[in-house]
């Protein structure tokens, strides 16, 4: 396949003037009568532009009368795409707006060009029809949902009163949900240490120990607990078991925030297992009582194993009806199977720190189907999707519907998507917001 010609025209993004070397990948082209015209791939390029280490802006571009010296822009030009498999017209059309400006003086950075010019080729070569279809359900849970609406309730609130809402680690794990409460005025911080006497301070979704609690009362801290009410059951149930004398075997992932909570409701009482060979390391006389827990984002055919592991061992093993992992892990991995298998190729959108979204990852693999896990559109490879016909497109449990929805809008970019949903169960859950915080 040839390298498409990319041809220079005078442009100007209307952002402020780039530094020389920078590069804009726009999302918009303005001509000069005013005509817009969307470039739907623009986040495919950025990212990868930006992983090969330029400084990349995005915005409108606007088109300048021909003969303006100006700063250049580079455009893909349509001739280039013949021969690329795009097959109609549409495809060609929109892969062709995708434009790169390079650099604020007449004369653009080599650097700049050539990074653009080897970008704009490789997506250029990824470029055919394609089917998308969606995970259902995906994205958001009760859960999150509550999480975020403790938040946002707060921020309303005292945007009159001035006092700052503090937030104990990541609300959930989504760079893009703690990116967007921060640009609202939401003060993140790792510990409580970091958080003035008397302030008002949000828990996160996945759940704090006693002595976090313990040292929020002593500092007169203001809280609200956005623990999600499935992990309150977990820490009930760990309670109840440490008090009638068992010991306690919880299976999750060692330092994972839930784990760490959960863990200190009875921390003399507890041991963390993640595999059936730690289940056989364990050292614990055969005469003990042992019950179990799990963490709530497990993969289902994983936790079985660890569970049917532990049974064997301990004959008299207690522990919740089947597992804690919760009905939103259990719905998306069930959706996901499903999907997976008539997909070449499988995205979750997710963040990498987000344990149900990488397990989602895990389990599309051990079904056999490639998978990969990305923040947002600008995560996606070219060669991640050059031989697929099938993309699978899911999201984790923390992971808006607008990340989702610009996937599907930049896979458009590239050639004609035909979007379908596979849904495996309906979700009706919601959770009401904690008392203290107004439902709205
Ligand atoms: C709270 C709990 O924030 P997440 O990505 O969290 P995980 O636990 O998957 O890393 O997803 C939502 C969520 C899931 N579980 C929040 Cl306990
Ligand atoms: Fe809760 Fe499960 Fe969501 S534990 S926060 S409902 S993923």
């Known amino acids: 396949?040839?390298?498409?010609?990319?041809?220079?025209?005078?442009?100007?993004?209307?952002?402020?003037?780039?530094?020389?070397?920078?590069?804009?990948?726009?999302?918009?082209?303005?001509?000069?009568?005013?005509?817009?015209?969307?470039?739907?791939?623009?986040?495919?390029?950025?990212?990868?532009?930006?992983?090969?280490?330029?400084?990349?802006?995005?915005?409108?571009?606007r088109l300048l009368p021909a003969g303006t010296p100006s700063i250049f822009h580079l455009a893909l030009a349509p001739a280039a795409l013949a021969g690329t498999g795009a097959r109609d017209e549409d495809a060609l059309r929109r892969c062709s707006e995708v434009?790169?400006?390079?650099?604020?003086n007449a004369v653009p950075s080599l650097h700049a060009v050539n990074g653009a010019r080897a970008v704009v080729g490789a997506w250029a070569r990824v470029m055919r029809p394609r089917r998308v279809v969606l995970a259902s359900p995906r994205s958001l849970c009760a859960g999150v949902e509550r999480a975020i609406g403790v938040v946002e309730a707060l921020l309303e609130r005292h945007a009159s009163t001035g006092r700052r809402v503090f937030v104990?680690?990541?609300i959930v794990h989504n760079a893009h949900v703690v990116r967007d409460l921060e640009a609202r005025g939401a003060v993140f911080?790792?510990?409580?240490?970091?958080?003035?006497?008397?302030?008002?301070?949000?828990?996160?979704?996945?759940?704090?120990?006693?002595?976090?609690?313990?040292?929020?009362?002593?500092?007169?801290l203001k809280v609200v607990d956005a623990t999600c009410p499935l992990v309150t059951k977990v820490h009930s149930e760990a309670r109840r078991f440490a008090a009638r004398g068992d010991t306690v075997i919880l299976v999750g992932h060692a330092g994972h925030e839930e784990v760490e909570g959960t863990l200190g409701e009875a921390p003399g009482a507890t041991v963390l297992v993640e595999?059936?060979?730690?289940?056989a390391r364990l050292d614990l006389p055969e005469s003990v009582q042992v019950s179990y827990l799990t963490q709530t984002t497990l993969a289902l055919d994983e936790t079985s194993a660890v569970i049917t592991a532990l049974e064997e061992r301990f004959p008299g093993l207690q522990g919740p009806r089947s597992d804690d992992i919760c009905y939103a892990t259990t719905n998306r991995q069930h959706a996901l199977q499903a999907v997976a298998a008539q997909a070449d190729v499988v995205l979750v959108v997710g963040s990498a720190n987000s344990s149900n979204s990488v397990r989602l990852v895990e389990l599309a693999e051990r079904n056999g189907t490639r998978a990969h896990l990305i923040d947002d559109a600008s995560g996606i490879r070219p060669e991640w999707i050059s031989d697929a016909a099938t993309i699978g497109l899911t999201a984790g449990a923390s992971a808006p519907q607008r990340l989702v929805d610009e996937v599907v809008a930049a896979l458009g970019g590239l050639g004609p998507v035909t979007l379908t949903e596979h849904t495996t169960t309906a979700e009706t859950a919601t959770f009401a917001l904690p008392a203290g915080v107004k439902n709205r």
Not at 9 to 23: D, F, Q
Not at 275 to 279: G, S
């Open 1 to 61: 396949m040839n390298d498409p010609v990319v041809y220079m025209a005078p442009a100007v993004p209307s952002a402020a003037a780039l530094a020389r070397g920078e590069v804009m990948v726009a999302t918009e082209l303005r001509t000069p009568e005013d005509d817009s015209t969307l470039c739907p791939a623009a986040p495919l390029l950025a990212g990868t532009l930006a992983r090969a280490g330029h400084t990349v802006h995005m915005g409108t571009v």
């Open 99 to 104: 434009t790169l400006a390079a650099g604020a």
């Open 168 to 170: 104990r680690k990541q």
């Open 189 to 220: 911080v790792g510990e409580l240490d970091e958080v003035p006497d008397g302030a008002v301070v949000v828990f996160s979704a996945h759940g704090v120990s006693p002595q976090v609690r313990a040292e929020a009362r002593r500092r007169g």
């Open 275 to 279: 595999t059936p060979q730690d289940v």
